[in-house]
């Protein structure tokens, strides 16, 4: 793997958003809400709420690592909720986290080319 100094600059410095970003950020938030909703009531419709956070962030992020990490997340979420509601709140932050850090870290303009 070779890493240059565009990568490090884009993984290292702040992206302030621009406002298509910043409606990306909100639906990807309103989702994850909704799925830590669903864990705050017990668990009791996480399976749908998640579902959503899949739904989500595949067709908002771009491909790459980070939306790869951030859908591997929901699926821990999924994989441990029945047994341990604060590790899945834990993976559904990551989720979000990565899910924010592909938006983010998406070559933009000239980059993108």
Request: hydrophobic share 40%.
């Amino acid at each position: 793997m070779s890493i240059t100094e565009a990568d490090l600059d884009r993984w290292f410095t702040y992206h302030p958003p621009t406002p298509e970003q910043r409606a990306i950020y909100d639906r990807i938030t309103e989702a994850t809400r909704a799925a830590v909703e669903a864990i705050a009531n017990g668990g009791h419709g996480l399976g749908r709420a998640l579902l959503l956070v899949d739904t989500t962030i595949e067709s908002e992020c771009p491909d790459g690592a980070e939306q790869k990490y951030a859908l591997e997340e929901v699926a821990r979420c999924w994989e441990v909720s029945r047994d341990d509601l604060p590790a899945a709140l834990m993976h559904l932050r990551a989720a979000r986290m990565w899910a924010n850090a592909a938006i983010a870290c998406a070559p933009q303009g000239d980059e993108a080319a």
